[in-house]
């Protein structure tokens, strides 16, 4: 991705006709490699406007999980049309590979036959430009988004953008899932949505009328279960009724079915403190179940839970969704857990950082109930933590320049120590592993992988590959050295790796006192990041450079100081000693 | 489980539930007897406030007079709370909702809050008095209005830090759910603020009754205001020098500051314990027999189904119904907008022609007045830092001592705690007769009287801070061998430095206070007066310097609250930052 193609180029100015034009010119197989290249979440806008001989050639010579995930960012019509299309030999191939059931789900899908879908109002989703299609269009949206964003003020220097432009629509009938690393802005997004919070541009529209002027009708269940300690469970539960000046009666009435739907009868007068996490989540459920509505909310809903409350709790919101016994017409969960969203959503948007945008949008067309281990399951898994794990691309060209641009990259929230136990783990499996094992075995989320993993990578100790985490040289000789090996090696890398760290310690150089508070630092990041934020880049910097004895730092006096003795001499009479 | 099948019955059939009639009419006597109890104590006052002003308040020092001055005291200080209660809800509402009042509203608090209330004393008397002239209740309300704003502040302050707290997860729920400001007050604001208001209130009911003693013994020149209640019956009992009569009434302070923690304050904490923001509950509850009393109580559940809750009902669906037919993108930032406008008009205003009218008074000030205010000052800051000192010295050891031992801690904490109870105020006649008797002047005086008021915040704090002090790190002091001043220096001063600290700032809020009762003395028909500024604040009034009054008010106001600013806060970030004991 180094060297800018003319595929590329075109990408980023988002003329998709003319990388699609440059595809066809070339020969299919090096079509194949160019279109690989690219990053994914260009891969899938670029699919949406290929036409249909060209996308079947190309499916035919991408891998099979890829080829099925890009098929399934089209319309139906288009799937159809492109696995008749494609060339009988790949076609079998591509059969051949799919895990059983994925096999059986898309025969039935082109089983169904073109007329499921309007190919008119595909092709009016094609014209409409953004490498966001939504799925195959039944219904009026509940929810749109149009050009929505958040940016935060600034004292003094400007704005800070969360979110960037966003379209996005939600369609009733389906399970939506946000996934994003922590950070990513995607609660800040479900805010919006749901009328918490508003845009600083762009609008949101339910029902085509703007979000302000209308009270939506929807229920937000927390990650917190935000449950008031001194009510009651039933009260708790009522509270929003007696918001809508519900009678007593009506309410009790209501307040109860909800509980007993939730499998929280017997419950009633019982307080939030007396249950265990997920009885509290229950009532969080029951309480937004109470107000039936249109929309549900959910945040982050089973990440305070143990593993297995979580399973039987996603189960049972499941079975109330399937089998139609709420009357809720959509639900719009946020997650960091990927299986979890692969478990529940009929699609998944996946955003990337720094600030928000969408980088993929599809469908995930698996039958309930899901298995966690089936094959097709697991294609979507890999699917996601190969999107996730891919860098961002940095916006290339004027097009979306954001107001201003962090001067270093942002180090990820991880210890030092944390990241030395990565690289020995990964030593110890050879130097190289999936990273959902890595994931499963350190009992960590993506959502804490993600930042270790960054922090690895951006010190060239490891390297990611296509889903893989690969030690690199220095990575292997970190991982194998002693303490004072260690610390020389990370030296070296975070100068030549890490700016911020470069630049503190050149600051420190400079200086004639070799000294300078810490204060100077912090203003400079404060330009570009809010004050916590900024203060969380200062921490790991301190925590980093200390550990790499780049500096030393003075807590009372909030100062930092180069080491008095050369580095070089000092761990040595460490190693001697 | 039988309780909610016993209302539930009582419910559906009022008057049927007979079996253990009998034994739950005695549970409840106590209740109706109190009830009854109340409706007289509250026939009397009214008598007595409607009754004209006599001009020479005679006090009897039989003890069969002393309930009946108990139950002025208790009136006194209950309206006061319940008129601070009242403007603490209001004050605390809008500055926590409205961004714009906030702004001038919480810097005025923490100004107010360290301003010691009784350098008012003597203008505030005096002007209730002219406000309403030959009814008793003019210098009642005098009273009130000093000791509520002794004690309103701090209450404010807690309820609006409470307020502004309050979880965004919570907060957010109530956004989603479309809660109106009422419900959100009553289901989240008010119970979320719910324990902080309790214990704040304890804490200002505890200085209220120090401001009233000095109220109620308040003489001016030769207009002699005192007021029927305990204080004036202690004092006039050891002008007298009545040992037995200062024995009673002592006894009879203790007893109603030991009947109200007990009817009240431990009931009410029992209670709060419901509003305790925790995922997980707590194994040591704070309780209450009283609480479980009322809460048993029948009479008082069914007064509860038949008034209580239908108005809550009422209430909440009124607003739930008022918020649905708003616009919802005309968001009002506070239901109080318009009053609120009005008020912090009328505000302004005041403050701007009373600054007006203070600066025309002050220009009146001669060199000698001033000079006379300024070497008071120099000398009240001296008298208090010497007895924060004095407080400092027994209290560190004594406290330390008791601290790191729990059994004697179990038992001397109580003890303690009651003598700290009785007001410094109501123990200045009987210091002074015995300082007087010794042959001391009220220089000397002055000290003790400060010390008084001061030394048991101080011994209270350092108790807590020994018996916080890790056990690990003693037994590291053990394992290295430190010597004894090294265990001081490296473990046990760091160790209860906030403590003490905070021991050390309520103190001096307090000594400042009393100095103004402790440096000018009227006893036994002499004047009796020492070098201060407290002194030339009570001095002024007497004479009717209305000048002095202000200027020697105003000086010892900015003085406290510098103080503050440039010294206690600095420690207090430090201990709480650099010493603090972290898990």
């Known amino acids: 991705m180094s060297h800018v193609t003319p595929l590329g180029m075109s990408i980023s100015q988002g003329r998709w006709e003319h990388a699609a034009e440059i595809l066809e010119r070339l020969d299919p197989a090096a079509a194949a490699e160019a279109f690989i290249t690219l990053p994914f979440e260009d891969q899938q806008g670029l699919f949406r406007k290929l036409p249909i001989p060209l996308a079947a050639a190309l499916a035919g010579d991408l891998p099979y999980y890829q080829t099925y995930v890009l098929l399934h960012s089209r319309p139906q019509a288009d799937v159809i049309a492109i696995v008749d299309a494609m060339n009988p030999d790949d076609r079998v191939q591509f059969f051949d590979q799919l895990p059983q059931e994925t096999w059986q789900q898309l025969m039935d899908e082109l089983a169904e036959g073109p007329e499921a879908a309007s190919a008119e109002e595909a092709a009016k989703a094609i014209e409409a430009g953004a490498p966001v299609v939504a799925p195959p269009v039944h219904e009026e949206p509940i929810i749109e988004a149009r050009a929505i964003e958040k940016s935060f003020q600034r004292e003094g220097s400007g704005a800070i953008q969360v979110i960037a432009p966003t379209d996005l629509a939600i369609e009733p009938g389906v399970i939506v899932a946000l996934l994003g690393a922590s950070g990513s802005g995607k609660s800040t997004l479900l805010r919006m949505l749901a009328g918490l919070t508003p845009p600083s541009g762009g609008e949101v529209l339910w029902h085509k009328r703007p979000i302000r002027e209308c009270r939506p009708n929807a229920a937000i269940v927390f990650q917190s279960f935000a449950l008031f300690p001194w009510l009651t469970v039933l009260e708790n539960v009522e509270a929003p009724l007696e918001a809508q000046a519900m009678k007593i009666t009506d309410r009790h009435r209501r307040a109860l079915r909800a509980l007993s739907s939730v499998g929280l009868k017997g419950f009633e007068s019982a307080y939030p403190k007396e249950l265990s996490g997920g009885m509290k989540q229950r009532a969080g459920f029951a309480r937004a179940l109470a107000v039936e509505p249109e929309v549900l909310f959910m945040d982050e809903p089973f990440s305070a839970l143990d593993v297995l409350t979580a399973e039987s709790l996603r189960g049972e919101l499941l079975e109330l969704w399937l089998g139609k016994k709420i009357p809720t017409r959509s639900i719009f969960l946020v997650t960091h857990n990927i299986e979890e969203a692969v478990m529940l959503a009929d699609r998944i948007i996946v955003l990337s950082r720094n600030p928000a945008k969408i980088r993929a949008d599809f469908r995930v067309p698996l039958a309930h109930p899901r298995e966690h281990n089936s094959p097709e399951f697991l294609l979507y898994v890999d699917y996601i933590y190969k999107l996730m794990t891919q860098p961002d691309r940095q916006p290339g060209l004027p097009s979306a320049a954001p107001a201003a641009r962090m001067p270093y990259p942002p180090l990820p929230n991880i210890h030092s120590g944390t990241i030395s136990g990565l690289l020995e783990l990964l030593n110890d499996r050879g130097g190289k592993d999936d990273l959902y094992h890595i994931a499963d075995d350190l009992q960590m989320g993506i959502n804490n992988l993600l930042p270790l993993v960054e922090s690895a990578t951006m010190l060239s100790f490891a390297r990611t590959d296509r889903g893989d985490l690969e030690l690199t040289p220095t990575g292997k000789a970190f991982a194998e050295a002693d303490i004072s090996t260690r610390k020389r090696l990370f030296r070296e890398a975070s100068l030549a790796n890490v700016p911020l760290l470069k630049h503190i310690y050149s600051v420190l150089t400079a200086k004639s006192d070799h000294r300078m508070p810490v204060e100077f630092f912090r203003d400079i990041l404060q330009e570009h990041l809010s004050e916590a934020e900024a203060q969380q880049q200062i921490e790991t910097a301190l925590d980093w450079g200390r550990y790499a004895n780049l500096f030393a730092y003075d807590s009372e006096s909030e100062r930092l100081s180069l080491h008095q003795a050369a580095p070089a001499e000092e761990t040595e009479s460490v190693t001697r000693a | ?583």
């Open chain 2, 1 to 583: 489980m039988s309780h909610s099948t016993e209302t539930r019955s009582a419910r559906l059939a009022p008057w049927s539930a007979s079996r253990g009639g009998v034994a739950s009419l005695l549970r409840d006597l106590p209740i109706l007897a109190s009830g009854l109890a109340l409706f007289y104590g509250l026939v009397i006052l009214s008598r007595y406030w409607a009754s004209p002003v006599n001009s020479q308040p005679e006090i009897h020092l039989s003890p069969r007079a002393l309930p009946g001055y108990a139950l002025y005291s208790v009136a006194r200080i209950t309206a006061a709370y319940i008129l601070s209660l009242i403007v603490t809800l209001i004050y605390a509402y809008v500055a926590a909702h409205n961004s714009r009042a906030e702004r001038f509203m919480i810097p005025l608090l923490d100004t107010l809050q360290s301003i010691p209330v009784l350098s008012f004393l003597p203008s505030v008397m005096v002007s209730m008095v002219a406000l309403f002239p030959g009814r008793q209740l003019g210098i009642e309300l005098g009273s009130i209005v000093l000791i509520f704003t002794g004690q309103v502040w701090n209450m404010a302050f807690s309820v609006y830090s409470s307020m502004k707290s309050v979880p965004t997860d919570l907060l957010e729920a109530s956004q989603a759910y479309g809660l109106s400001w009422w419900q959100k007050l009553v289901q989240l604001e008010l119970p979320y603020s719910a324990i902080g208001l309790v214990w704040n209130s304890m804490m200002s009911v505890a200085g209220g009754w120090f401001f009233l003693m000095a109220c109620e013994m308040f003489v001016l020149g030769n207009h002699d205001l005192r007021l029927p209640g305990l204080g004036s019956y202690l004092q006039t009992a050891a002008n007298a020098g009545d040992t037995g009569a200062i024995l009673w009434g002592l006894a009879a302070m203790v007893a109603v500051i030991i009947l109200m923690d007990q009817l009240i304050w431990r009931p009410a904490i029992a209670w709060s314990q419901k509003f305790k923001f925790e995922q997980v509950e707590a194994t040591d509850v704070p309780r209450s027999p009283i609480l479980d009393l009322l809460r048993r109580s029948r009479v008082i559940a069914r007064a509860e189904r038949a008034f209580l809750m239908p108005a809550r009902e009422r209430l909440t669906l009124h607003f739930a119904a008022v918020h649905d037919r708003e616009r919802p993108d005309s968001p009002r930032s506070s239901p109080l907008k318009w009053p609120g406008r009005v008020i912090a008009g009328a505000a302004l205003a005041g403050v701007a022609y009373a600054v007006w009218r203070m600066v025309f008074a002050l220009a009146t000030l001669s060199h000698s007045d001033l000079l006379s205010i300024l070497q008071g000052a120099g000398a009240t800051f001296l008298r208090v830092e010497f007895s924060l000192l004095l407080a400092g010295l027994w209290t560190i050891p004594v406290g330390v001592y008791i601290g790191t031992r729990p059994r004697l801690a179990a038992v001397a904490q109580p003890i303690a705690q009651v003598t700290a109870s009785i007001p410094a105020t109501a123990l200045f006649p009987i210091v002074l007769l015995l300082l007087i008797r010794a042959g001391g002047g009220l220089g000397i005086a002055s000290i003790v009287l400060l010390l008084l008021g001061t030394q048991w915040y101080v011994l209270f704090n350092v108790i807590a801070g020994a018996s916080a002090l890790p056990t690990d790190l003693r037994e590291v002091c053990d394992a290295f061998g430190l010597t004894k001043i090294e265990r001081w220096r490296k473990f046990i001063l760091p160790g209860i430095f906030p403590y003490l600290i905070t021991g050390f700032i309520t103190a001096s809020g307090g000594a400042w206070n009393a100095s103004i009762v402790a440096e000018y003395v009227h006893f036994r028909g002499e004047t009796f007066s020492t070098t201060g500024l407290g002194a030339v604040i009570s001095h002024a009034t007497d004479a009717g310097q209305i000048s002095v009054l202000l200027g020697a008010t105003a000086v010892m106001a900015a003085l406290v609250v510098t103080l503050n600013r440039l010294v206690w806060r600095r420690l207090y970030f430090l201990a709480s930052t650099r010493f603090k004991l972290e898990a």
